[in-house]
């Protein structure tokens, strides 16, 4: 029987790759999205069939759904495909995010390439409109999940100043969404990951060496964040955390879920701090 049906957005590698695979061992249907539909699409390799096809092997029903998330025509084909053949929605995962190759090369922004800022385009607009063209499934019935995948650099200074935005950008959001869904018994949280084992961390690690070795002793799989997904959407009292930035791998613990080798990742909270505590107060 299925666990229910979720979208996960850029999920032809990485990030959202780990947490698709991961519901679909859950039991989900998930709708995989991205751009990447051949090999050769990225240097970093992936695809939107290969990551439905794990899905399916994992367990779940891997549906591949090309998708630009800069294209909002694109966006709300794909939200009326899943209402017209799945009826339902129950997870939204909001992973999509426009990287540039040259994020992590040292110096300050003006030296850069200006269209850095299209993270603000795709990881923030982008999943401003997704969560627009997903919110009348999600709260069809009580029960619905939105989640929004984040990192510290909300909070601390990391890779410069367009991806700091887009990460506080993210959180933010995230609180104002579970304002509106909260009457809808439908919760929104952002979940701060930790230092990934992906492709494009591979990559890295192998362009600077010894520069992330004493991350890389802390990382964590991307699955791992898909399996504390799947656990918040079980978890009866789901609407506590609605409105709130959580650390992965402190709520994890809190839920027992532990990485694919058995492994409980650290916080990385002694490192860089915490999420922001925002004011309850509505001013409306």
């Not at 923030?124 to 069809?140: E, F, G, Q």
């Not at 230092?195 to 070795?213: C, I, N, S, Y």
């Not at 964590?220 to 789901?238: C, K, N, Q, S, V």
């Not at 613990?253 to 409980?264: C, F, H, I, N, T």
Request: hydrophobic share 45%.
């Amino acid at each position: 029987m299925s666990s229910g049906v979720a979208v996960v957005t850029g999920a032809s590698r990485g990030a959202g790759q780990g947490i698709a695979r991961a519901l679909g061992a859950a039991g989900y249907t998930v709708y995989v999205t991205g751009r990447s539909q051949t090999a050769d699409a990225s240097r970093l390799g992936g695809t939107i069939h290969d990551t439905a096809e794990e899905v399916t092997a994992a367990g779940g029903r891997g549906i591949a759904f090309a998708c630009d998330h800069a294209d909002d025509a694109a966006v709300r084909g794909l939200f009326a495909a899943v209402e017209r053949d799945e009826g339902r929605l129950d997870i939204l995962v909001n992973n999509a995010v426009a990287l540039h190759d040259e994020l992590i090369r040292p110096g300050p922004f003006w030296t850069k390439p200006a269209d850095m800022a299209e993270i603000l385009t795709v990881g923030l607009r982008s999943s401003y409109i997704a969560a627009h063209a997903a919110a009348p499934l999600l709260v069809a019935k009580p029960g619905g999940l939105m989640v929004f995948t984040s990192a510290p650099g909300a909070v601390a200074y990391a890779h410069g100043p367009a991806y700091g935005a887009q990460k506080a950008g993210t959180d933010k959001m995230a609180a104002d969404v579970a304002v509106e869904l909260r009457p809808f018994g439908c919760a929104s949280v952002s979940i701060w990951m930790g230092f990934l084992k992906t492709a494009r961390t591979a990559a890295a690690v192998a362009e600077r060496p010894g520069q992330f070795d004493a991350l890389m002793a802390m990382a964590e799989t991307p699955d791992f964040t898909g399996r504390l997904i799947a656990a918040i959407h079980r978890d009866p009292d789901m609407m506590a955390l609605s409105g709130r930035t959580v650390i992965g791998a402190e709520q994890a613990q809190a839920y027992g879920v532990v990485d694919l080798d058995g492994s409980s990742p650290a916080s990385l909270r002694p490192i860089v701090g915490g999420p922001v505590t925002y004011d309850e107060i509505v001013l409306d």
